[in-house]
């Protein structure tokens, strides 16, 4: 149950109010980061998460729930703390006459309160249940002495019968000498290492979310953007870095508009509020060369279709996917980068899409559509899915004639 006596709600908001700012909207995880940086945490009032304590502050404290559960909080003015901080303010500064110790007698002023600190109580090791004593093992009894009975008389030995004679043995060596193989190249990373959520895995800081408020248009919401092109970046394979870092594209152009916004990802040893990786840049190129109306997003009559494909399909990469469908084909150039074969498929997963004509099992586990060209052999060609855990539901198995 809450424990916030007036005190505590006057500390909170100035708190709160210096560090956050007035009227600005602020992620939850860093309001909750403030409290940490001050010795305290939501259980100190009595609350179970930093949600329900913003909801007991509701005099100065406005919660706005955005799409996909992100939670912002605003510090909003209130008349009647402000004037208490004044008054606490000018009574600091006044002083009665040439005797301190007399005070003057009038209405009570709230004066902020620092909630107690409640540290979490350490269970103490269990102490070591002393080993038994090794009980002394019996003297073995000394064993009978049994006198040895004597030998009868050897029998005569038969006379050996001839041997044949031995023919001479083939001996055959084999010497076997490999052939030289080229390693395929290992991928930097494992997907497992990778965050999973980003909105649940990454810590976004304030200065950083600012830079792609000052690039992105000003309809686009920076945290969304993150999230989606960080999936796609996944499923292209399009992630670089190692275990401790990463970078991806954005589908926003810098000022050139060749050079994708690229953001780069920080892995820590320790997590801060409960997350490990953290946004630590924005690559935008200059920002003064960006206009009111905020960078250009990588536009084309295909870029909502691949989008579309891999956010829904690990695809491993495209080079990966496209070279799996050329080889269940007749030989074709299908263009540069197989960019024929790449809009097909997208545009005809949209419509698969679009249409419910996804096929999966009983048992969820494998799915497949039909990609609407014909193999080598001339039988249909399906493209092979299974389930996988994660924010993309589904992982590329190949393409192949038979479900």
């Known amino acids: 149950m809450p424990k916030i006596n007036p005190g505590n709600r006057l500390y909170l908001y100035q708190l709160l109010s210096r560090e956050l700012g007035v ?37 100065f404290v406005k919660l706005t729930v955005f799409k996909k559960g992100y939670v912002y909080a605003t510090v909003l003015t209130n008349e009647e703390y402000d004037k208490a901080l004044e008054a606490l303010d ?37 102490e070591p249940v002393p080993e038994p004593e090794p009980l002394p093992e019996p003297e073995p009894e000394p064993e009978p002495v049994v ?42 990373r494992a997907q497992s290492d990778l965050p999973q959520d980003f909105h649940r895995d990454v810590r976004c800081p304030d200065d950083q979310l600012s830079k792609l408020y000052q690039i992105l248009p000003p309809d686009v919401e920076p945290i969304a953007t993150l999230e989606e092109d960080f999936r796609v970046a996944r499923s292209t394979g399009t992630v670089e870095g190692t ?38 840049d924005v690559d935008a190129g200059e920002p003064a060369e960006v206009g009111l109306e905020g960078l250009a997003e990588k536009t084309g009559p295909l870029a909502l279709a691949e989008r579309l494909l891999a956010t829904t399909i690990q695809l491993g990469s495209w080079d990966e996917a496209l070279n799996g469908l050329a080889d269940s084909l007749a030989p074709d150039s299908w263009g540069p980068d197989r960019c024929v074969l790449r809009g097909y498929l997208a545009l005809t997963f949209a419509r ?20 609407g060209i014909l193999a080598v052999e001339g039988r249909p060609l399906y493209a092979k899915l299974s389930a996988c855990e994660g ?8 393409f192949s004639t038979v479900l």
């Open 23 to 59: 009227g600005k909207q602020t992620l939850l995880p860093r309001a909750e980061e403030v409290l940490t940086a001050d010795g305290l945490c939501v259980e100190d009032l009595g609350c179970e998460s930093m949600r329900e304590l913003c909801e007991q502050l509701g005099e």
């Open 90 to 126: 000018r009574e600091g500064a006044k002083t009665t006459g040439n005797r301190p110790w007399k005070r003057r007698r009038g209405a009570k002023v709230l004066k902020p309160v620092k909630p107690r600190h409640i540290e979490k109580a350490v269970e103490p090791d269990p």
């Open 147 to 188: 006198e040895p009975e004597p030998l009868p008389e050897p029998e005569p030995e038969p006379e050996p019968a001839p041997t044949p004679e031995q023919k001479p043995s083939i001996s055959l060596t084999i010497t076997y000498v490999p052939e030289q193989t080229h390693e395929q190249p290992k991928k930097d």
């Open 243 to 280: 275990r401790s870092n990463a970078t991806f594209p954005l589908r926003y152009l810098q000022p050139d508009g060749v050079t994708p916004v690229r953001v780069s990802l920080l892995r820590s040893a320790k997590a801060v509020a409960g997350k490990r990786w953290s946004l630590v």
């Open 352 to 371: 698969v899409q679009a249409e419910g004509l996804l096929g999966v099992s009983e048992d969820g586990s494998r799915a497949w559509f039909e990609t």
């Open 391 to 398: 924010d993309i539901p589904w992982r590329l198995d190949g």
